[in-house]
Nanobody, 129 residues
């Protein structure tokens, strides 16, 4: 069982930046593919970014939704059991509850929420215009 806790959300203005963090309880954190998802009111949960587990200590493959590519950066620090989402140039349409998630496998389903086994409680990000 892995427990995930997000932090770093808040209220910002358009073009501001925020960094979200997701800390895992598991000592095997480096074995998990980690993802960020978001859900706006009245909408389905959608993929934001994912970072693959890797045998390399310095390189992790990353994947982004087109809507955030070039503005958001996902990263991980296995020594701290923590994943990050640096969000720059935030826009009102980025307003949502942001969730981190974990799964052991990596395949083409990394964008599918139901394929992730573990979820955090979510953190609210609100961007005003």
């Amino acid at each position: 069982q892995v427990q995930l806790v997000e932090s770093g959300g808040g209220l910002v203005q358009a073009e501001d930046s925020l960094r979200l963090a997701c800390t895992a309880s598991s000592g095997a954190f480096n074995r998990y593919t980690m993802g960020w998802f978001r859900q706006a009111p009245g909408k389905e949960r959608e993929f934001v970014a994912a970072i693959k587990q890797s045998g390399s200590a310095t390189y992790y493959a990353t994947y982004y939704a087109d809507s955030v590519k070039g503005r958001f950066t996902i990263s991980r620090d296995n020594a701290k059991n923590t994943m990050y989402l640096q969000m720059n140039s935030l826009q009102p349409e980025d307003t949502a509850v942001y969730y981190c998630a974990a799964r052991l496998l990596f395949d083409s389903d990394y964008i599918v929420p139901s394929k992730y086994y573990y979820w955090g409680q979510g953190t609210q990000v609100t961007v005003s215009s």
